[in-house]
């Protein structure tokens, strides 16, 4: 039965299929996307579909159709889950867990990777002024932002530090592009680690694929995203004076 | 240098003397932090901050540390030397053909580090002010699981199979003869029904051999057993002179008789 | 940016509030109901509503809204929840093969019909000394390695049961007659050289024609290859004595 509203629309969509007007396809997605509890690649969703089903297609049209409702269909790092609207934070409250508050230090080493990935410790500090307590980095891996994704060709081979999914899916980003004030960052020349004299203005990338400063992890590296607690490198003044306290 | 010392406190009362509340260097994130916060004190872009003013700033703020004995970091006392040593650049003459960068390059290099930090900061407060997730945006709180359909695949190996095979097929076949081997007759039991029999024939008459053992068989499954120890035995008898044995040809019937004296020739043959 | 769908929707329908032409009170329930791990009955939605609302109108309105999608919104013993449409129950299942290994009992009955083919369930058991039991000629049936070819021509007509070509093609296998005789099994070691002299064993095969003491299935066995489930024969002996554990 369906209401005014929609036997409107009907009427007003004549290309539309399905008993109701509207693709069945839609439908099928919708499904899937509410019922999954995890975010679901196009792919996924293709091989659920009816063989010729333009699935890209149909997720942009609901996409639309849910963007001014209370739940909307969001793509994070390629895929797509339906979440509350953000504007109704306020009305959430009572569902929010415990949230991770972080250190002022935390919140400052996370920016730097995010927007400076792939960026080593050496480097986060340079920025900074200051030395990284190594207590920082762990609570970071620990949230399962940031990830060791490889090993600069520098002397010492420090390690490499890049974001996560988790990260944009935490910070509702679709991809690392949508990092608030990047362009203005990018046109600043402020993302340069070598100003002022520098040309190049870096982009940042979550881009799995190593840059060509950077070599693959070694198998125990592989073990630090497992274990939170880690060294991940020298500092490069001694460790001990730490910028919390 | 009093004046500036002025403008730094400002929004303190100066009467105090102490610059107490100016050196509560546990609040900053290292030196950058602290000429960061004494920069936003001057109130202009960072781009035309004064690097001299910021410079005097800072050793001002270093210098009243030290006189509250309070401890500082390495840190803050390297940025101390580093800033004195461009102030009095900045100060002297640029000497011509100097090597490395200029003391305003230096300065400049030193504002652009502090934008850069200032730059991250705005960055990472945007960030933070964004809904996030499990705190103001939320998933499906009850997703439907998804049902599975297994399949069963299965699996096994010819020599599985082969092993299978054999072990049921030999298991039983080797499981009966060692069912028959509980009732095998021991070549002393054997012996001694041998010397039985020859005491029992006082005669020196050949006896069939076969028709006597036939009386202690009582179940036809052990006729080899029993034949086979008797032999055996029947050959140790012979060896040890106490019995003799005879047969006609090759599987014809063995006749055996108790050895007789020396003296006496061998008995006849019985007529077959 | 809505949809041209919903612009018309909103163009049609005057009397509606909110932005997009949709009263607020639905994104909230929306997003409420979404979020929540439970049901939630009215007075629950009403408390958490900014006064005023008819949280039993919107909710009326809400599920007409959803009655045609992929996800519908239904009240369970007086509570609301979102639901994955019913006719849509088979997008939520999911099939996996998983690989199993072979019982030692099923190996053991697979290995008599291979060798001793066609047999029956009483001779299969005549020949290992121990009751079949149902279950290890079900998992038999399903994989598809056996199947019942015949019916033995004595009292009680048995099933008589052989191998399918995709036994075969399990074991690598070019023909029936490849199996390995007496002689290669004692090779192998897998036969014990001291075994009696009256022991043998059969040429194997799986020739389908039937022989002369086999009549033909009648069309109900044939359904036996089709339904895993089944009890192919009763057993010499009652079922209860079984090999398995």
């Known amino acids: ?245 | 240098m009093s004046a500036e010392i002025l403008s730094f406190e400002t929004g303190r009362p100066a009467a105090e003397g102490e610059p107490a509340l100016v050196v509560d260097v546990a609040g900053y994130e290292g030196p950058l932090d602290l000429l960061l916060a004494l920069a936003r004190t001057q109130k202009v872009d960072l781009a035309k901050i004064s690097i001299l003013a910021l410079a005097d700033q800072y050793l001002q703020f270093i210098e009243a540390a030290r006189q509250i004995r309070l401890e500082l970091a390495a840190d803050y006392l390297v940025m101390a030397a580093w800033l004195a040593f461009l102030k009095s650049r900045l100060l002297l003459p640029e000497p011509p053909a100097a090597e490395g960068p200029s003391a305003e390059e230096m300065a400049t290099a030193l504002a652009n580090r502090l934008r850069r930090l200032e730059a991250i900061r705005e960055a990472a407060n945007r960030l933070m002010n964004r809904p996030q997730f499990q705190r103001d945006i939320f998933p499906r709180g009850n997703p439907e699981a998804i049902a599975e359909i297994r399949h069963p695949k299965y699996t096994a190996t010819l020599y599985d199979l082969l092993t299978a095979y054999a072990v049921q097929r030999q298991s039983r076949v080797l499981a009966s003869v060692h069912l028959a081997r509980r009732t095998v007759w021991s070549l002393a039991e054997a012996r001694a029904s041998l010397e039985r029999l020859i005491g029992m024939a006082d005669t020196e008459d050949w006896g069939c051999l076969d028709e006597y053992l036939l009386r202690y068989v009582p179940d036809p499954s052990q006729r080899a057993t029993v034949l086979a120890s008797s032999f055996a035995a029947a050959l140790e008898l012979v060896r040890e002179g106490a019995m003799e044995l005879n047969q006609k040809e090759a599987f014809a019937p063995l006749y055996f008789r108790k050895r007789p004296a020396p003296a006496e020739g061998p008995a006849p043959m019985p007529d077959l």
Chains 1, 3 share one sequence.
């Open chain 1, 1 to 245: 039965m369906p209401s005014l509203a929609e036997k409107r629309m009907d009427d007003a969509e004549d290309a539309v299929t399905g008993p109701e007007g509207r693709p069945e396809e839609l439908r099928l997605l919708e499904a899937l996307l509410f019922a999954s509890a995890e975010p679901l690649d196009t792919a996924t969703l293709a091989k659920r579909m009816p063989d010729g089903v333009d699935v890209k297609a149909a997720l942009a049209r609901l996409q639309t159709e849910y963007a001014s409702r209370g739940v909307n269909l969001v793509r994070i790092a390629n895929k797509w889950t339906f979440r509350t609207a953000g504007d109704l934070a306020w009305l959430m409250t009572r569902e929010s867990t415990e949230t991770r508050r972080l250190s002022r230090a935390a919140i400052e080493v996370l920016a730097i990777i995010a927007y400076h990935q792939p960026v080593t410790r050496a480097e986060i500090e340079e920025i900074r002024g200051v030395v990284t307590s190594k207590g920082t980095l762990d609570v970071l891996l620990e949230t399962g932002w940031i990830r060791p994704r490889g090993r600069r060709k520098t002397p010492g081979r420090p390690l490499t530090f890049g974001t996560t999914e988790s990260f944009l899916s935490q910070f509702s980003l679709e991809a690392l592009g949508d990092l608030p004030g990047l362009e203005e960052l990018k046109g600043t020349g402020m993302l340069d680690t070598r100003l002022p004299t520098g040309f190049t203005v870096p982009t940042p990338s979550d881009d799995p694929a190593l840059r060509e400063d950077e070599d693959p992890l070694e198998p125990a590296d592989l073990e630090l995203t497992l274990a939170p607690h880690v060294e991940p490198e020298g500092g490069p003044a001694g460790g001990d004076n730490e910028d919390e306290s």
